[in-house]
């Protein structure tokens, strides 16, 4: 703790701050009429320091999207240093340029200054998702040019009003403007609360004692940090989540990752800043898994030192989920890497989910358009078997029920079930995927379908199964296509679609696995006879009734007894194309 600090007022002033970030992104959900906002989630409220760093960030807010406001906020201070002009006390600035930090099209960054004396004490930054301002496809194609605003850092009016010169020029570029300017006016209204409450603490603790406070927030975390580096013995660590290679090792006091890409990868998938943003993602996963505190707190644009292979912006930025993607799979390595050594702080890569968006005309001539995600499983780590069908911290979504996809377009839901077989084989098994049948029920329609691909385990775990799209039509009979891969589509009344979303990847050997949580998988369905046999060596009688499961432990013992005592690791993985 920094000297002269009273535990007693960075307690208070830490207790208000999380509160007001807290209230900051509720305010905005329950206020917002986007999906993206007040569904999935997308959405992040924060405290940043006077260069940007992130202070503390609300316990509702997307993970991501607070380290990319850090990210857009560093960008706006050098570029209002570099043009010598100085903040104004509430100044309301906005940005959705990837250029300028942010993550992308949709994205909007609200900022305001704290001002005490000419000298900026702090920022309030609100993110939201606005799918309006991108006209967003699911497309992960670095070359596909996307429609919409962009917009850099500029000052847009004060923290209570934008003018309104900017909000006409969003409203006439939207499908739907009255949603759109309401949602950011709930974004205002979010930012303000959280303004009030930093101005007051200014007022009454002073900008040097908050200045303590806050350094003495970070220091914290760098200590947590500092006590994980330190079990990194042995030199650098090393992680390898397709298409990312990652390094890390300690300087003095904080890490330093260097990232790199597979031979014959394109090193354009990230941006810079949300490269970085991905890498101080995943630190914030780690250390927030022994202290659990530390999973609101800023701190890590000093703590960890991001070297990347890339320093200038894409010609075309990749747009769509394609940064999601990107952004996850690098975060993955970065845990791959801490796993080998410190298992107990990783986990096997989760899957990112299946994601559809349906547009069509009903047959009365009306349109409509209907974004779908299947969630996937989890990956497994050495607590325990991973989810069933979830999201991982990196995309923002909320799966949605059964109700709601038919209400929403023209479709029945045939089939929604778990899939068996999908999860990651392994001593913790990852969590297993979905199976969703939809029937086109009137009118024509046009479906995007980006399927993602395989997870793979760690320390002896095997990758899931991956991700599958079946169409079926009279016209064409059966399609097929495996993922990963981007698909699409035109529909008629009575195609029907079969989305298949993977499993998370295992952890460990699966022969390691204990035959009762075998036995107990097969009497749930969660696995066949066949996967049980051939990933964890537990076989099953023939010729049983049906639902029959008697095992034959005879060749059970001898299966298994062999493979853990001539197998490695190493020759489990290899041998994994074999198993498929």
Same mark, same amino acid.
């Given at each position: 703790?920094?000297?002269?600090?009273?535990?007693?007022?960075?307690?208070?002033?830490?207790?208000?701050?999380?509160?007001?970030?807290?209230?900051?992104?509720?305010?905005?959900?329950?206020?917002?009429?986007? +999906?993206?906002? !007040?569904? $999935?989630? &997308?959405?992040?409220? /924060?405290?940043?320091? *006077?260069?940007? =760093? #992130?202070?503390?960030? %609300?316990?509702?807010?997307?993970?991501?999207?607070?380290?990319?406001?850090?990210?857009?906020?560093?960008?706006?201070?050098?570029?209002?240093?570099?043009?010598?002009?100085?903040?104004?006390?509430?100044?309301?600035?906005?940005?959705?340029?990837?250029?300028?930090?942010?993550?992308?099209?949709?994205?909007?960054?609200?900022?305001?200054?704290?001002?005490?004396?000419?000298?900026?004490?702090?920022?309030? +930054?609100?993110? !939201?998702? $606005?799918? &309006?301002?991108?006209? /967003?496809?699911?497309? *992960?194609?670095? =070359? #596909?040019?996307?429609? %919409?605003?962009?917009?850099?850092?500029?000052?847009?009016?004060?923290?209570?009003?934008?003018?309104?010169?900017?909000?006409?020029?969003?409203?006439?570029?939207?499908?739907?403007?009255?949603?759109?300017?309401?949602?950011?006016?709930?974004?205002?209204?979010?930012?303000?609360?959280?303004?009030?409450?930093?101005?007051?603490?200014?007022?009454?603790?002073?900008?040097?004692?908050?200045?303590?406070?806050?350094?003495?927030?970070?220091?914290?975390?760098?200590?947590?940090?500092?006590?994980?580096?330190?079990?990194?013995?042995?030199?650098?660590?090393?992680?390898?989540?397709?298409?990312?290679?990652?390094?890390?090792?300690?300087?003095?006091?904080?890490?330093?990752?260097?990232?790199?890409?597979?031979?014959?990868?394109?090193?354009?998938?990230?941006?810079?800043?949300?490269?970085?943003?991905?890498?101080?993602?995943?630190?914030?996963?780690?250390?927030?898994?022994?202290?659990?505190?530390?999973?609101?707190?800023?701190?890590?644009?000093?703590?960890?030192?991001?070297?990347?292979?890339?320093?200038?912006?894409?010609?075309?930025?990749?747009?769509?989920?394609?940064?999601?993607?990107?952004?996850?799979?690098?975060?993955?390595?970065?845990?791959?890497?801490?796993?080998?050594?410190?298992?107990?702080?990783?986990?096997?890569?989760?899957?990112?989910?299946?994601?559809?968006?349906?547009?069509?005309?009903?047959?009365?001539?009306?349109?409509?358009?209907?974004?779908?995600?299947?969630?996937?499983?989890?990956?497994?780590?050495?607590?325990?078997?991973?989810?069933?069908?979830?999201?991982?911290?990196?995309?923002?979504?909320?799966?949605?029920?059964?109700?709601?996809?038919?209400?929403?377009?023209?479709?029945?839901?045939?089939?929604?079930?778990?899939?068996?077989?999908?999860?990651?084989?392994?001593?913790?098994?990852?969590?297993?995927?979905?199976?969703?049948?939809?029937?086109?029920?009137?009118?024509?329609?046009?479906?995007?379908?980006?399927?993602?691909?395989?997870?793979?385990?760690?320390?002896?775990?095997?990758?899931?199964?991956?991700?599958?799209?079946?169409?079926?039509?009279?016209?064409?009979?059966?399609?097929?296509?495996?993922?990963?891969?981007?698909?699409?589509?035109?529909?008629?009344?009575?195609?029907?679609?079969?989305?298949?979303?993977?499993?998370?990847?295992?952890?460990?050997?699966?022969?390691?696995?204990?035959?009762?949580?075998?036995?107990?998988?097969?009497?749930?369905?969660?696995?066949?006879?066949?996967?049980?046999?051939?990933?964890?060596?537990?076989?099953?009688?023939?010729?049983?009734?049906?639902?029959?499961?008697?095992?034959?432990?005879?060749?059970?013992?001898?299966?298994?007894?062999?493979?853990?005592?001539?197998?490695?690791?190493?020759?489990?993985?290899?041998?994994?194309?074999?198993?498929?």
């Amino acid at each position: 703790m920094s000297d002269g600090v009273s535990p007693g007022l960075l307690l208070e002033v830490r207790a208000q701050m999380e509160e007001a970030a807290w209230a900051m992104d509720v305010t905005l959900r329950q206020g917002a009429s986007s +999906a993206a906002i !007040a569904r $999935h989630g &997308a959405s992040a409220a /924060g405290y940043y320091g *006077p260069t940007g =760093s #992130l202070i503390l960030g %609300g316990r509702e807010g997307h993970p991501l999207l607070l380290e990319i406001a850090s990210e857009a906020l560093s960008c706006l201070v050098r570029q209002q240093a570099a043009a010598g002009r100085s903040f104004e006390p509430k100044a309301l600035y906005w940005t959705n340029d990837a250029r300028c930090g942010a993550a992308g099209i949709e994205e909007l960054i609200l900022a305001v200054p704290v001002i005490r004396d000419g000298q900026a004490i702090c920022f309030v +930054a609100v993110t !939201a998702t $606005h799918p &309006a301002l991108g006209r /967003g496809t699911l497309a *992960p194609a670095e =070359s #596909l040019r996307q429609e %919409g605003l962009v917009l850099p850092w500029t000052r847009v009016g004060d923290s209570g009003r934008i003018q309104g010169e900017f909000l006409n020029l969003l409203a006439a570029n939207a499908e739907e403007p009255a949603g759109l300017l309401e949602d950011i006016q709930t974004q205002v209204h979010s930012l303000r609360m959280g303004e009030a409450i930093v101005q007051r603490l200014v007022d009454t603790q002073g900008p040097a004692d908050l200045a303590q406070v806050w350094d003495a927030l970070g220091a914290g975390c760098r200590r947590g940090l500092r006590g994980i580096l330190g079990k990194l013995e042995g030199g650098p660590v090393e992680g390898r989540i397709s298409p990312f290679t990652v390094e890390i090792r300690t300087e003095e006091d904080r890490a330093v990752v260097a990232v790199g890409t597979e031979a014959g990868a394109s090193e354009r998938q990230l941006t810079p800043a949300l490269a970085r943003a991905a890498v101080r993602l995943a630190f914030r996963e780690v250390l927030a898994a022994e202290v659990r505190a530390t999973s609101v707190l800023g701190g890590w644009a000093d703590a960890v030192r991001v070297e990347l292979p890339w320093d200038r912006m894409p010609v075309n930025l990749p747009v769509g989920v394609a940064r999601y993607v990107g952004a996850q799979a690098l975060a993955d390595a970065v845990l791959a890497a801490f796993a080998e050594r410190v298992p107990h702080l990783a986990h096997a890569p989760d899957t990112g989910p299946v994601l559809v968006d349906l547009r069509g005309e009903r047959a009365d001539g009306s349109r409509y358009r209907m974004r779908l995600e299947l969630g996937g499983g989890s990956g497994a780590s050495v607590y325990g078997d991973g989810m069933t069908h979830t999201a991982p911290a990196v995309h923002p979504l909320c799966l949605r029920s059964v109700e709601s996809v038919e209400r929403a377009a023209p479709v029945r839901v045939l089939r929604w079930q778990m899939r068996p077989d999908s999860a990651g084989p392994g001593q913790y098994r990852g969590g297993l995927g979905a199976a969703m049948e939809l029937e086109l029920l009137e009118g024509r329609a046009e479906v995007d379908i980006l399927l993602p691909g395989r997870p793979p385990g760690l320390r002896g775990g095997m990758r899931a199964t991956g991700a599958r799209l079946v169409l079926l039509t009279r016209e064409e009979g059966l399609q097929e296509w495996a993922g990963p891969g981007r698909v699409t589509r035109r529909l008629r009344p009575g195609h029907r679609l079969t989305l298949e979303s993977p499993g998370g990847g295992g952890w460990a050997l699966p022969f390691q696995r204990s035959i009762m949580r075998v036995e107990e998988d097969l009497r749930r369905g969660l696995i066949t006879r066949d996967h049980s046999r051939s990933r964890y060596g537990v076989v099953l009688k023939p010729g049983g009734q049906e639902g029959d499961l008697e095992k034959d432990d005879h060749l059970t013992y001898r299966v298994r007894h062999y493979l853990l005592s001539t197998l490695a690791a190493e020759d489990i993985i290899a041998g994994e194309a074999l198993l498929d």
